[in-house]
């Protein structure tokens, strides 16, 4: 029996232990209609059942799922010919993971001990599954009778109900932050491990990044470089470059489509204003590589400066124009949100529209305005695509837009793209990059929503 | 008339008609006429052929039941429809004899002479030094920080909020209570030094303490300013008023001094208005 039928079993319990549990409930309280004398709905008394007859199954399927495996292969192991069991743990491994491989495949491996040790694997895989369905059924029907007894008129079902959905939905929001921990926990425990090849203060404040790792231990220049330095500044450069088109014309079209323009209008621009969101990063990069890119260096030579191929001022232009409708739309619905009470007041002051929205409007819609300025700034800051293919690799510890910079996101792609070996500095390199990128976006995140929360308060 | 409008059958049904308004609708010396006006939201017909004058020196209350156009006629006496995008406005509304829905009128420079003070006391989120400082300076009454801080602290000073605020004009309106707020608003509208005052439930959201502050106020207003109110409270317009005008439906229903309209309603829809009997 495999996995999908044990769970369609399991909904069928689910069913009949609803409609029991409502029956013998209804029952009790002397029929239909008869709910005054139960403490809870007939209902609640079916959901109860239900849960009792599926939860322990569950469970145990849960469980049974994750350790299965490994308890199959331990009982293989133990099963296999002497000469095979006195190999060393490695060897032991890679045979059994040719058991695997060869229980996956089709065909009978040709090898006589590989095709015994793959039907024994087989055949104590069946077993397991048969042992999990006899389990589930013996455990659901468990919690049925477990049901059945407990079923009585001053019961409380309904409580019984609440708590469990409180815990589904407990557990439902603890994925969600469990894998934020999770992944703040790997990524912190990699970069470790990096800083013990490579100190701390040479990652924060050197001005070097040439992250060469050597392959054999003679090899000159071996000694990779970490200094972070060049990063951070191109990607601060980067960032800034973008916020600066961003910022102006992100604040300007949402003053415009939220104070300006007629119902008519509004209803086309800001849907077109939001496809520009939905155009993926990739695009945006080869529109920078090809054309923005050549375009400035044009300019920028026909005034005599010197312009790299891949500059930063491409790069921060096109990333800029991405982030556009973020911050537009923030700032629409923030300049929205400013009470019509207010604008009216000015209004009958005798303010004029440019007046009412810039001395009145914008100031009370800062707050949300500043909040959509920092998302747009992480974004910024960890937006990959458009930098991988417009900025260069570069690592300049440069300020000028014109040159060749290079971004954390950046290295961290290029470190980890093609073969690499997972404990080498370069590669662990990725991971200090990664948790520093983390640090970044989430003081940004707490500083703006700080913000926004204080002013919020004060304009309510 | 693009749709046929209720009011006319209701006024027919009780048997007025074409006369409205009974009372007095003349002032002797008037300061706003008011002609012909029609206002229409939509397809809601909410004002329909409304005309009265409203003098010098006179406080005039509008009151009625709800949704009868007193807010609609206060708002078209300082242009503010303009803005609202279905809002369409025929008739005439003169001001010291100037029509301001002539094309030769500016709105801005109207709502100079045309203040406001709204139902819920709404100070911009800025400084209480700003909140009143603002109209003076799109205006550009001042024309240097002295003058400014004059014209602050005066207008302050006639509501009556000069003292308790004196030490915290850089905090924001916004920080302050319901009462003291609106009284921030009227300064925010005297500030400008306008001709007319035009006030929309000034008092709704007040506390009986903080109302009866307002309505001292608007007391010793009235010798400078003409002022509109709107007002749900039938007390308030006794109090503050002498002149009332009734509304019902988007119709003028009688108009006339205060003392008469509240001891001797020429029309039976004020009368059980004034009662209690609808509304």
């Given at each position: 029996m495999d996995l999908t039928s044990i769970l369609l079993l399991l909904a069928g319990l689910a069913v009949g232990a609803f409609l029991f549990g409502r029956s013998r409930a209804q029952a009790l309280g002397g029929g239909v209609g008869a709910a005054r004398n139960l403490h809870s709905l007939p209902d609640y008394y079916g959901y109860f059942a239900a849960l009792c007859a599926v939860l322990p199954p569950l469970m145990v399927l849960t469980l049974w799922a994750a350790f299965e495996e490994r308890v199959v292969l331990a009982l293989l192991a133990n099963g296999l010919p002497d000469h095979l069991q006195a190999l060393s743990p490695g060897q032991l491994d890679l045979f059994l993971n040719s058991v695997r491989n060869a229980a996956s495949a089709a065909s009978v491996p040709a090898d006589p001990v590989l095709a015994a040790a793959t039907d024994e694997y087989l055949s104590l895989g069946r077993s397991s599954r048969w042992l999990l369905s006899g389990l589930a059924v013996v455990l659901g029907a468990g919690g049925v009778a477990a049901a059945w007894r407990s079923i009585h008129p001053a019961f409380r079902a309904r409580n019984r109900v609440e708590t469990a959905i409180r815990w589904f939905l407990i557990a439902a929001s603890g994925v969600a932050v469990l894998t934020t921990v999770g992944i703040l926990l790997a990524v912190s425990f990699e970069a470790l491990r990096f800083f013990r090849d490579v100190s701390l203060s040479e990652f924060l404040f050197g001005t070097t990044w040439s992250p060469q790792a050597a392959i054999r231990d003679d090899q000159i220049g071996s000694a990779g470089r970490f200094g972070m330095l060049p990063l951070l500044s191109g990607t601060l450069l980067i960032a800034v470059i973008a916020m600066a088109v961003a910022i102006p014309v992100g604040i300007l079209s949402a003053m415009y489509t939220a104070e300006y323009a007629s119902t008519r209008v509004r209803a086309l621009a800001r849907p077109v204003l939001e496809i520009l969101a939905g155009i993926p990063t990739v695009v945006y990069g080869f529109f920078a590589v090809l054309m923005v890119a050549p375009w400035i260096r044009t300019i920028g030579e026909s005034l005599g400066l010197n312009v790299a191929a891949e500059s930063a001022l491409a790069a921060g232009l096109v990333m800029g124009f991405m982030i556009v409708p973020l911050v537009s739309s923030l700032s629409d619905e923030a300049i929205r949100a400013v009470p019509a009470s207010i604008r009216e007041g000015a209004e009958a002051l005798g303010a004029t529209r440019s007046e009412i929205a810039l001395d009145i409007v914008l100031p009370a819609a800062m707050p949300g305005i500043v909040g959509g300025i920092l998302l747009a700034v992480s974004r910024a800051i960890g937006e990959t695509m458009i930098v991988v293919m417009a900025a260069g690799l570069a690592a300049n510890l440069s300020f000028n837009p014109l040159e060749s910079v290079t971004t954390v996101t950046v290295q961290i792609t290029t470190l980890l793209v093609g073969d690499q070996e997972f404990d080498s500095a370069r590669t662990l390199a990725a991971f200090a990059l990664g948790l520093v990128l983390f640090i970044i976006t989430m003081l940004l995140n707490v500083v703006g929503l700080g913000y926004v929360r204080r002013y919020r308060e004060r304009y309510e | 008339m693009r749709t046929p409008s209720k009011a006319n059958d209701v006024a027919a049904d009780a048997g007025g008609g074409p006369e409205f308004p009974v009372g007095d609708p003349s002032a002797p010396d008037p300061c706003i006429q008011i002609r012909d006006l029609n206002a229409w939201y939509g397809d809601i017909h909410a004002l329909c052929d409304v005309g009265f004058e409203i003098g010098h020196g006179e406080v005039l209350a509008l009151i009625g039941p709800s949704g009868c156009g007193k807010t609609t006629l206060l708002r078209c006496l300082n242009r503010l429809n303009d803005a609202v995008e279905d809002a369409r406005v025929t008739g005439e509304v003169t001001l010291d004899g100037q029509?301001?829905?002539?094309?030769?009128?500016d709105p801005v420079a109207l709502r100079a002479r045309v203040g406001m003070v709204f139902q819920k006391p709404n100070p911009f989120p800025k400084s209480i030094y700003d909140n009143v400082a603002y109209g003076a300076r799109i205006h550009g009454l001042a024309s240097d920080r002295a003058e400014l801080d004059e014209i602050v602290h005066t207008s302050l000073e006639r509501v009556g909020l000069l003292k308790e605020v004196r030490a915290r004009l850089d905090e924001p309106g916004t920080d302050l209570s319901g009462g003291q707020q609106q009284r921030l608003c009227i300064a925010r509208t005297i500030a400008v030094d306008p001709e007319v005052i035009l006030m929309d439930e000034p008092c709704s959201a007040l506390d009986p303490i903080a109302t009866a502050k307002i309505e001292d106020l608007i007391d010793e207003l009235s010798a400078e300013y003409v002022i509109v109110i709107v007002t749900h409270s039938m007390q308030q317009a006794a109090r503050v008023s002498n002149r009332v005008a009734y509304m019902n439906q988007g119709q003028l229903v009688e108009v006339g001094e205060t003392d008469r309209i509240f001891t001797n309603p020429l029309h039976k829809l004020t009368e059980d208005y004034i009662t209690g009997r609808i509304g």
């Open positions: - | 029509n301001i829905y002539s094309g030769s009128v």
